[in-house]
């Protein structure tokens, strides 16, 4: 499958729904994302967790539901983020890549990044090796 040329931030945004219909959708999906993630989540709630992007909060609500209480979601579209805050999710309207700069070396003991990556214009190894996040140092993380 080829790389798309562009991201396409009209057809993102499409994905916004009101936040009761989110509600309902996350309390359905909730119990899938907590299984599929379940292998990489830290054992200590309160270790620092990304999504990145976090569109309208399926991860962050997940992690939430799961008792995670140091959790942050950055997406670059608003009317996601929007939605998300509405549920009371920690979202912000950021550039992913900008996010990850500004946390400090050995912060974040994970990132979770679904539906991003392959839909992302990584030229270069050094691009991807951007946002890798010492996090050996953490305890219980």
Known sequence: MSE???FDAEA???RAVDAATQRDTLV???PWYAEFLK??????????ILDLPCGAGNILFALKELGYT???????DPGQVQVARQLELPAEAADVF???SQEG???????FSLDFLE???WNAPSTSAAIAVDCSSLEGC
Do not use: F, Q
Not at 39 to 48: E, Q, T
């Open 28 to 30: 359905r999906l909730s």
């Open 39 to 48: 292998a990489w989540l830290p054992a200590a709630k309160d270790c620092r």
């Open 119 to 121: 839909t992302s214009r």
């Open 70 to 76: 140091n959790v942050r979601g950055v997406d670059l």
């Open 4 to 6: 798309p040329e562009t």
């Open 98 to 100: 900008e996010a990850i």
């Open 105 to 111: 070396d050995g912060s974040v003991a994970r990132i």
């Open 12 to 14: 993102y945004a499409l």
